[in-house]
């Protein structure tokens, strides 16, 4: 997970915003009565009817809500575009709040459409919208301040208690044929740069945001505990950044196989052994300690791994969220003065994202393991349940499958 996020305050402020269209994930939560509560020239949702629990005909349900309907009504609302999505790609918590309806304090109390790692093409613009137009391939920032608050002052909008941010709830996400969006939170793709690089700009900014985190610079050694996609992007940027070498460790080989492919110097699958004799192979490997430790688990036993790891000075990034209260040995933290950082999603990084896609500087692509149409949105959520491959992509536009 990491990417969503599973901490902060409830959301207040404005309603949610709902897509314009329907055909999207099962939601988690008890049956819809449908379409309530849209501002004005936001539309809403039609009605999806009772949701099936597991183990229902969520197949038939999911058959039922994705239809091909015409482009919705536009009214006018001066900053946000009107968007055909193309690919959005499944997150850990996007599976997290299907299957347990809530992470950390967001919880899932109404039917909510899911996905956050999205792009698509403009197809309206409103009215106070001078740098985008119909036609133009853009990637969707997640997250739109309400309120310019103290955090949005001093450049960490993230931080911000009232943001609203996809498929986190209240707010619907943009697994769904059509969507309207802030259009200063969305950014246009070069021609060089594909819908699914525009989708994994999202994971990606959530490692180039843990790399700054953690002041991965030229020469660093880095440690990166877990290979899933998170923990891929975090190779990924911190060997664009600079990092000499990068360790990995995770349960899976075959996911560590994928981790040498983007970068990795170095593996470790892990099996039966304790935080101290992990952080020791660490060492080992890299032949000394790493500068720099970023935790992609959210596991107790990864994060106390990464304090033994970790050399005197240096700095944990927690970038995985697990539960909300853990042991670790603070005291081993506390007198070799380790920083332990927190990030909570990301800030100001598509630019750079975009930047570093199309000069090729970063290669993405490998992370797609797995491509469906939206009408088989169930089966990939299983997939994705199941741990099979890496980054499962679902197509929304039924005219286009290409990445």
């Known amino acids: 997970a990491g990417a969503a996020g599973a901490e902060g305050r409830p959301?207040?402020?404005r309603p949610r915003r709902r897509p314009?269209?329907?055909?999207?994930?099962?939601?988690?939560?008890?049956?819809?009565?449908?379409?309530?509560?849209?501002?004005?020239?936001?539309?809403?949702?039609?009605?999806?009817?009772?949701?099936?629990?597991?183990?229902?005909s969520e197949s038939s349900w999911l058959q039922k809500v994705i239809t091909d309907l015409p482009e919705p009504p536009w009214a006018d609302f001066p900053p946000e575009v009107l968007l055909q999505m193309h690919s959005v790609?499944?997150?850990?918590?996007?599976?997290?709040?299907?299957?347990?309806?809530?992470?950390?304090?967001?919880?899932?109390?109404?039917?909510?459409?899911?996905?956050?790692?999205?792009?698509?093409?403009?197809?309206?613009?409103?009215?106070?919208?001078?740098?985008?137009?119909?036609?133009d391939r853009v990637a969707i920032e997640p997250g739109v301040p309400r309120e310019m608050d103290e955090f949005c002052k001093t450049g960490r909008y993230n931080l911000s208690p009232t943001i609203f941010f996809c498929a986190t709830p209240p707010d619907d996400g943009n697994l769904c044929r059509y969507y309207?969006?802030?259009?200063?939170?969305?950014?246009?793709?070069?021609?060089?740069?594909?819908?699914?690089?525009?989708?994994?700009?999202?994971?990606?900014?959530?490692?180039?945001?843990?790399?700054?985190?953690?002041?991965?610079?030229l020469g660093s050694k880095v440690f990166v505990s877990g290979s899933g996609p998170i923990g891929l992007v975090n190779v990924l940027v911190a060997k664009m950044m600079g990092a000499a070498a990068v360790v990995v460790t995770d349960l899976s080989a075959s996911r560590l196989q994928k981790a040498k492919e983007v970068g990795a110097d170095f593996t470790i699958q892990v099996?039966?052994?304790?935080?101290?004799?992990?952080?020791?192979?660490?060492?080992?490997?890299?032949?000394?300690?790493?500068?720099?430790?970023?935790?992609?688990?959210?596991?107790?036993a990864c994060i106390q791994t990464g304090i033994y790891a970790t050399r005197s000075g240096g700095t944990l990034v927690l970038v995985g969220l697990g539960p909300e209260m853990v042991t670790l040995p603070m005291v081993n933290a506390a007198v070799r003065e380790i920083d332990i950082r927190g990030i909570f999603r990301y800030c100001n990084t598509w630019p750079v994202a975009i930047a570093l896609l199309a000069s090729k500087r970063i290669n993405v692509k490998p992370l797609v393991t797995h491509r469906f149409p939206l009408e088989k949105a169930l089966e990939a959520f299983e997939t994705t349940r199941r741990g099979e491959g890496i980054k499962v992509m679902l197509k929304c536009d039924p005219t286009d499958h290409n990445p």
């Open 180 to 217: 309207k969006h802030n259009a200063s939170y969305c950014y246009k793709l070069p021609d060089n740069v594909t819908f699914e690089e525009g989708a994994l700009i999202e994971p990606l900014s959530v490692g180039i945001h843990a790399c700054k985190r953690a002041g991965v610079t």
């Open 11 to 13: 959301h207040r402020g």
């Open 20 to 56: 314009l269209d329907a055909g999207a994930a099962p939601s988690p939560a008890e049956p819809s009565h449908g379409g309530a509560g849209a501002e004005p020239g936001r539309g809403s949702a039609p009605s999806r009817g009772p949701a099936p629990g597991r183990g229902g």
């Open 271 to 300: 099996t039966t052994e304790t935080p101290q004799e992990v952080a020791s192979k660490v060492e080992a490997l890299l032949g000394c300690m790493p500068e720099m430790t970023v935790e992609c688990t959210g596991v107790q």
């Open 89 to 135: 790609g499944i997150c850990g918590s996007d599976v997290h709040y299907w299957q347990h309806g809530r992470i950390g304090d967001f919880v899932v109390k109404n039917p909510m459409v899911l996905g956050h790692e999205a792009s698509g093409t403009v197809i309206k613009v409103g009215s106070g919208v001078t740098h985008l137009k119909p036609g």
